[in-house]
């Protein structure tokens, strides 16, 4: 009896776990282009006249492993479910992607290998990098750009952050959203996304509360641009880096206006990280 047991139970398993996954093409797909990338790294740079006396011969140096990704860019899918998002980064015509997904019920999606480049910055800049898309791992959270993120969709991606932490050692202050990086272009995650609560675990920047009160008057001169750039913003557009900057630290207020309150999480933020 036990035999035609198993034997049911594996053919079950074999059918279920080959025909389930309607992802097979796009699997096949990655593996074809992660080979094209794999004969490239094993070029030995070739000798090349560069002006001045070309080499003899190649010679190569034994001395090196991958480049490790530096920062953890967050987003929201703004759409309508975690599946559309998946099967969107598996469309070559869609040119997105994202290193992992992670659905409103928590489950994640490892679609991309750490060491390569996804797609998910676009036009970006914080502090001096202009290529975000090159050091970074991109995040994606199921959600429409609205509404609150589920419990299990952060524990999940704490889970994941607290790893991605340890094994490339990336500072808390690498950890950024994608509207920090891109003001006026793009507002995800949503001002609902608990900043607070991912800086208390070590992932991001938070000031200290209560914030002070300032003298009126007395923060007038004080260049709020010059805080924001060197807290890493890019502030070309003085408006839209207030806006990215109060979306990230001061969610409950809409306007970009700069006020005493936003100079004075500035200047805390700015002493704290960057002195
Ligand atoms: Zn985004």
């Given at each position: 009896m036990k035999y035609p047991f198993i034997l049911a139970l594996s053919l079950v398993i074999a059918v279920s776990g080959c025909s389930?996954?309607?992802?097979k093409r796009s699997n096949k797909m990655y593996k074809k282009q992660a080979k094209e990338l794999v004969r490239t790294l094993l070029e030995v740079p070739a000798v090349q006249p560069y002006g001045g006396k070309t080499a003899a011969y190649p010679v190569a140096t034994t001395n090196f492993n991958l480049r490790q990704p530096t920062s953890v860019i967050i987003h929201h899918?703004?759409?309508?479910s975690c599946e559309s998002t998946v099967r969107a980064f598996t469309r070559?015509?869609?040119?997105v992607s994202a290193h992992y997904v992670i659905c409103k019920d928590g489950t994640l999606h490892h679609?991309?290998?750490?060491y390569l480049r996804a797609w998910?910055?676009?036009v970006s800049r914080w502090g001096a990098t202009?290529?975000?898309?090159?050091?970074s791992l991109g995040i994606e959270l199921d959600?429409?750009?609205y509404e609150p993120f589920a419990e299990a969709q952060i524990n999940s991606l704490l889970a994941l952050l607290a790893r991605l932490k340890s094994t490339y050692?990336?500072?808390?202050?690498?950890?950024?959203?994608h509207a920090d990086i891109a003001p006026g272009r793009k507002v995800d995650p949503?001002?609902?996304?608990?900043w607070k609560r991912l800086a208390a675990a070590g992932y991001g920047y938070w000031y200290d509360e209560p914030v002070s009160q300032p003298q009126p008057?007395?923060?007038?001169?004080?260049n709020a641009l010059d805080g924001l750039r060197l807290i890493g913003?890019?502030?070309?557009d003085s408006a839209a880096a207030m806006s990215a900057f109060k979306l990230h630290f001061?969610?409950?207020?809409?306007?970009p206006v700069v006020d005493d309150r936003a100079k004075s999480i500035i200047i805390n933020l700015v002493n704290k990280y960057k002195q």
């Amino acid at each position: 009896m036990k035999y035609p047991f198993i034997l049911a139970l594996s053919l079950v398993i074999a059918v279920s776990g080959c025909s389930s996954n309607p992802y097979k093409r796009s699997n096949k797909m990655y593996k074809k282009q992660a080979k094209e990338l794999v004969r490239t790294l094993l070029e030995v740079p070739a000798v090349q006249p560069y002006g001045g006396k070309t080499a003899a011969y190649p010679v190569a140096t034994t001395n090196f492993n991958l480049r490790q990704p530096t920062s953890v860019i967050i987003h929201h899918t703004a759409m309508n479910s975690c599946e559309s998002t998946v099967r969107a980064f598996t469309r070559p015509q869609s040119k997105v992607s994202a290193h992992y997904v992670i659905c409103k019920d928590g489950t994640l999606h490892h679609m991309l290998n750490d060491y390569l480049r996804a797609w998910h910055a676009g036009v970006s800049r914080w502090g001096a990098t202009a290529d975000i898309n090159a050091g970074s791992l991109g995040i994606e959270l199921d959600n429409n750009g609205y509404e609150p993120f589920a419990e299990a969709q952060i524990n999940s991606l704490l889970a994941l952050l607290a790893r991605l932490k340890s094994t490339y050692r990336i500072p808390a202050g690498a950890f950024i959203s994608h509207a920090d990086i891109a003001p006026g272009r793009k507002v995800d995650p949503n001002a609902h996304f608990p900043w607070k609560r991912l800086a208390a675990a070590g992932y991001g920047y938070w000031y200290d509360e209560p914030v002070s009160q300032p003298q009126p008057g007395s923060l007038d001169s004080y260049n709020a641009l010059d805080g924001l750039r060197l807290i890493g913003y890019d502030t070309r557009d003085s408006a839209a880096a207030m806006s990215a900057f109060k979306l990230h630290f001061m969610p409950e207020d809409k306007s970009p206006v700069v006020d005493d309150r936003a100079k004075s999480i500035i200047i805390n933020l700015v002493n704290k990280y960057k002195q």
